[in-house]
């Protein structure tokens, strides 16, 4: 095989068969999509590519920034293309949680700019948010951006629509698959590959993975998050289903460890969403079935979230004060407060308000007298026990609420006899018109 570039070797991924003696289904052959073999390793290696090889010819001449609002593998895929034709990358984000991917990053030469989104994720409603800001001025025209906008590109579907669809039905001898299962992060791959499918047979069965709400698995989104992205349509989908990022580890191993398929944890979601959803048909089916689901990226980007989450896997103890812990019971005793509520509490009684969002958000725009400890770092101090006294009153205060509920349970179960959190989070403070400083 020989190629005049790399980027010819995007897309052609091969299907691989599962084997059922690793899956347990009796009538449906199930089948991943390795889109890990892209040459840059991820599925998002077809979408960078057809939404700037158009742009490419002269952009150097016209010092064009490649400028794309990713910290994971469009990122990736978009700094490697941008350096082979000479023009700077710029990786615009609110927060980059996988160290593995900001060291590729800075190594394949991009400029990370972390800029504080008060929601942690981008809502382009809203014109206060520096990262909403910067959206709006990397979008206008002869800015000197290039920017690819893959939440809003149809190019970015297209790519799917050309490449990964068609090489699915082509490998399955001309038919389409009984099922499809996908993980949705701008939802780019699942709409395209969908589209193909139908317009191959309308029967087809079409499952949006997203992750469990408040839980966090690299490259997708939860199911409120997918409603901001401008592609997201939830007619594409007969159903749209969460998994925890447990879910998404145990398949990674499967894949890893039986199917000798070096899954990253999207990889994982989808195979154990699959197998889940799959199941439950299984016994009730008369003829076989074929199901396909897709391997978006591979391990090795991942092993400080899977030691982090399984510290057994690398031979560490397990993390008794974990959020990762917290049992029903645990979570039916949080205390939470409104957002008039705190502040009376906060004006009688002093707690001591603890900021849980990202170092950017905090510094844009957070709560008078409040901390700001981020989120990971506070997980971390809580392995060693309480880090505050018993008698301090405490305010646990993030994005939305959900975070800051699960470290108050936490807290709670760990014997701090008065931690709240904030309803609604900075948002609703926000909303209800209560005042936010900036330093
Ligand atoms: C690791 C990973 N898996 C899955 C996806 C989802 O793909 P899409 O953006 O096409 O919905 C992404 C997207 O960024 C990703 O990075």
Known sequence: MRYDSVTDVIGGTPLVRIDAAVHGLRNIDLFAKMELFNPFGSVKDRAAWNMVRHRLAGAAERAETVVELSSGNTAKALAVIAGMHGLPFRSVTNRMRVPEIKDLLL?????????????????????????????????????????????????????????TGPEIIADLDGRAPDYFIACVGTAGSSTGVARVLREHDPEVTVVGLVAEKADFIPGIRDIDEVHEVGLFDPDVYDTIEAVSSDEAIDGLLTLVRRCGTLAGPTGGGAYQGAVRYLRRLDAGLTGRRTAVFIVCDRVESYMSYLRERRPALFQQPDRTHSVRTLTAEDLAATRTIGVSDAQEWIAKENPLVVDLRSP???????????????DDLFAEMLHGGLPFGRRQPVLLVCPVGEKSASYAALLTRMGHPDVRSLAGGVIAWRDAGAELVRD
């Open 360 to 374: 950017f958000a905090y510094r844009a725009l957070h709560i008078d007298r409040s901390i700001n400890i981020v």
């Open 107 to 163: 190594l394949l030469g991009a400029q990370i700019d972390e800029l504080p989104g008060q929601s942690e994720c981008l809502d382009p409603t809203d014109t206060d948010d520096p990262l909403t800001r910067m959206y709006h001025t990397v979008s206008a025209a002869g800015g000197g951006y290039l920017h690819t906008d893959q939440y809003f590109n149809d190019l970015n579907v297209e790519a799917h629509v050309r490449g």
